[in-house]
């Protein structure tokens, strides 16, 4: 029998060696990860993933790749995900509008969030605002809702879009303070925010990422947030109970983002990216950043924390949207 030697014996190990190796998975990620946003640039969900980009290069050499599927309130871009391979390299970071407020106003979506995605890691939220034109003759949320009752068929309400969060909150505090009035949808906030600077339209509950800069600007004047502790973000405008409605306090409503994968994801990439998002949470300067956004940063929470809100408010905007009779779409 012949006899192999030394060196030649090692180096046949190394080649029988080599598919075992070959067939090893790498340390994930080694390769770029899609982060999918169901927007157009511009979301709060595309700002947050753009600070991800930068923050996640710098931490550990990461590459993220935002690709913005807009479309269907947001349908398209959490179809795409839902159907993509769960191997980590394709995730969603979405606010919760198309997540909660979309399948409760929508028929047949071509998808279910409770089955077909996991959480991850819930980000950051902000607020909403209720915004009228700049001239308006009142300053709190009470002198607004005297005035609508007083002089019925006077004033328009808008939102940025049928069947969004704005619509249906709207729709929510006209029906709890018993009062009816117009609600003229837009595609988006822009020209909503335009229209009632110039007084076209009275009245808007609007997410703060894009009312606040025109708050700021005495383009259109804030009369309270939509929540009952006043926001980091503006502390100088009131709470629901300070504008003098403390009965509206259960409609308290923030919009918030959150990265999700398809149903499948393996733990460890669920893990990888919840420390990953904790990190950044407890880091002071990555706060400022996303105050600068407008966008306060969660406290660092487990996977579980972002389904429980899923589900949770999945059930409200439902019940909202069927007492409502809100419906979008065939």
């Not at 700002?47 to 913005?68: C, K, P, T, W, Y």
């Not at 894009?210 to 804030?222: C, D, E, F, H, I």
Request: charge should be positive; include cysteine.
């Amino acid at each position: 029998m012949m006899k192999l030697k030394r060196r030649e014996f090692f180096a046949a190990s190394a080649l029988l060696a080599t598919p075992a190796i070959g067939r090893a998975q790498a340390a994930y990620p080694n390769r770029p990860v899609r982060f999918v946003v169901p927007f157009p640039p511009g979301n709060m969900s595309d700002l947050i993933s753009r600070l991800m980009v930068d923050e996640m290069a710098n931490r550990g050499g990461v590459q993220i790749v935002v690709d913005n599927r807009a479309g269907a309130t947001g349908a398209i871009g959490i179809q795409a995900v839902s159907r993509s391979t769960p191997d980590g390299y394709t995730l969603l970071m979405s606010s919760n509008s198309p997540l909660v407020v979309n399948p409760a106003v929508t028929r047949n979506l071509p998808f279910d969030v409770t089955k077909d995605l996991v959480p991850i890691g819930l980000v950051g939220w902000t607020t909403f605002l209720i915004v009228v034109p700049p001239d308006f003759p009142a300053n709190t949320l009470a002198e607004a809702i005297a005035l609508f009752r007083a002089n019925p068929n006077r004033y328009i309400a808008c939102n940025p879009g049928a069947g969004t969060f704005g619509n249906l909150v709207t729709e929510q505090i006209f029906r709890a303070v018993g009062i009816k009035m117009e609600q003229v949808p837009y595609r988006g906030s822009a020209q909503a925010l335009l229209d009632m600077q110039q007084g076209r339209v009275h009245f808007m509950v609007d997410a703060m990422t894009s009312a606040l800069p025109q708050v700021q600007g005495k383009a259109v004047k804030a009369l309270a947030v939509l929540a009952n502790r006043r926001s980091p973000l503006a502390p100088e405008i009131l709470t629901l109970a300070e504008s003098g409605m403390p009965d509206l306090a259960p409609l308290e409503s923030m919009a918030w983002s959150g990265l999700l994968g398809p149903v499948g994801t393996p733990p460890e990439v669920i893990s990888f990216w919840n420390r990953a998002i904790t990190a950044m949470q407890n880091d002071a300067a990555l706060v400022r950043r996303f105050a600068s956004i407008n966008v306060e940063m969660a406290p660092p929470s487990p996977p579980e924390r972002l389904g429980e809100m899923v589900r949770t408010e999945l059930a409200r905007w439902t019940r909202v949207a069927q007492e409502a009779n809100i419906t979008v779409g065939g």
